[in-house]
Every structure is written in C-alpha cells, then in structure tokens.
C-alpha cells in the first residue's frame, strides 16, 4: 500500500500571532547584535518562518525595527505608571521613581534602549511613536506640577522635566556604556536620583 504524502509544514500563525512572533524575534536579534546588525533574514530564522513572512505585516526593515521601538516605549511607560503609583501623588519619592525606571529600563534592554533613541530616519512621520515619546514625557511634567502642589502645567514644570530627562538619559547612556565603571566611581544609584531631583525641583512649597 502507498504511504501518503507527510501534510507539508505550514506556518500556521494567526495574523496577529506572526506579527508579535516577528517584533518578539527581532527584539532578541536587537539585544543580542545591536540595531545596527539586525537583519530580516535573521529574524525570519529565530521566529521560525519564511523569509516572505514580515512583507505580510511589515513594509521593510525600518518599519519592523520602528515596531520593536514602539512596543518598547509602551513597555517603559507603562512600568513608569506602575512605579510612580507605589508613592504618594505629589511626593519627591515618585519624581525618584521614574528616573529608577528609566535607568533600569536602559540596563535591562539596553539594545532595544539604543533603537529607541537611534531612530532618527522617519521617525517624526511615525505617529505611534511621536504620540508615545510625548505621553511618557507628558508624565514627568505632570508630577512635577504635582510636586509643587497643582495639577495644572506650566511653563516653569515643562523646563524641570526636561532637565530632569537630559540629567537621567546621559545617565542612562553612561551606565549601558560601561563609562561608569571604567571610570571606577563609586555611586549609589537612589543617592543620584534624589540628589538631582532636589537640584531640578526644590523643596516642595511650604517646607524651609
């Protein structure tokens, strides 16, 4: 008797199955390589299916790397939500809290870190992404608003918060790029992040 022909192996994702397959697939390649040697072909391999696979869901290289960005930025603004509600609203400790989130988000991701900050080619076109960089942002304002008493926020608020991002972003890119410890400084990272969050905001109003 004739044996039957093997059923041949298919790729059997549901659309949005594939696609998180793929984002999964090229984040780990981003990590592990950087997103300077992060290829398709690659990719399709570590997920496990054709190489025609992303043109299914995605319009190039750029736009996969541009989906791996995104997801990782809803990620640190989403535990950035998650720490800061630990402390109480107005408090110094929350302002501290997101500086600690940001900087851990760069050591524990530190490729998909870089990708977010490197992606300068049609960036600005990436609505997703623009909206997404400018609701984390507008976070920090608002607890700075906050940490002063008000709900609302101005001019002098939008100024401390983004002092307050220019200070840990460097700080960020120092510890990923091992400069802090070729330099052998000897820091406790809470001690930092207090220390420049009483430099840029202040006491709170009422207190000498």
Same mark, same amino acid.
């Given at each position: 008797? #004739?044996?039957?022909?093997?059923?041949?192996?298919?790729?059997?994702?549901?659309?949005?199955?594939?696609?998180? *397959?793929?984002?999964?697939?090229?984040? !780990?390649?981003?990590? $592990? *390589?950087? @997103?300077?040697?992060?290829? %398709?072909? &690659?990719?399709?391999?570590?997920?496990?299916?054709?190489?025609?696979? @992303?043109?299914?869901?995605? =319009?190039?290289?750029? #736009?996969?790397?541009?989906?791996?960005?995104? &997801?990782?930025?809803?990620?640190?603004?989403?535990?950035?939500? #998650?720490?800061?509600?630990?402390?109480?609203?107005?408090?110094?400790?929350?302002?501290?809290?997101?500086?600690?989130?940001?900087?851990?988000? !760069?050591?524990?991701? @530190?490729?998909?870190?870089?990708?977010?900050?490197?992606?300068? $080619?049609?960036?600005?076109?990436?609505?997703?992404?623009?909206?997404?960089?400018?609701?984390?942002? &507008?976070?920090?304002?608002?607890? %700075?608003?906050?940490?002063?008493?008000?709900?609302?926020?101005?001019?002098?608020?939008?100024?401390?918060?983004?002092?307050?991002?220019?200070?840990?972003?460097?700080?960020?890119?120092?510890?990923?790029?091992?400069?802090?410890? #070729? =330099?052998?400084?000897?820091?406790?990272?809470?001690?930092?992040?207090?220390?420049?969050?009483?430099?840029? %905001?202040?006491? @709170?109003?009422? %207190?000498?």
């Amino acid at each position: 008797m #004739e044996k039957s022909a093997k059923p041949e192996k298919r790729e059997s994702y549901h659309h949005g199955d594939l696609r998180s *397959k793929l984002i999964d697939a090229t984040r !780990a390649l981003v990590e $592990e *390589k950087g @997103p300077d040697h992060f290829s %398709v072909s &690659a990719a399709c391999r570590r997920a496990g299916v054709s190489s025609a696979a @992303p043109y299914k869901h995605f =319009k190039d290289k750029e #736009e996969m790397l541009r989906a791996v960005a995104l &997801a990782g930025m809803q990620r640190q603004r989403s535990d950035l939500i #998650e720490e800061i509600a630990k402390y109480e609203v107005g408090s110094v400790e929350r302002i501290i809290a997101m500086g600690r989130v940001y900087i851990r988000f !760069a050591v524990t991701e @530190p490729g998909v870190f870089r990708l977010m900050f490197g992606l300068s $080619e049609g960036h600005g076109a990436h609505s997703e992404l623009v909206e997404t960089g400018n609701n984390t942002f &507008a976070v920090v304002q608002q607890e %700075v608003a906050r940490y002063r008493g008000s709900e609302t926020v101005n001019a002098s608020d939008e100024h401390q918060a983004f002092l307050l991002w220019s200070f840990v972003h460097g700080l960020s890119f120092l510890t990923i790029d091992g400069k802090l410890t #070729e =330099k052998k400084l000897d820091y406790d990272l809470e001690d930092v992040l207090r220390d420049i969050a009483m430099r840029v %905001v202040g006491k @709170p109003p009422g %207190v000498a």
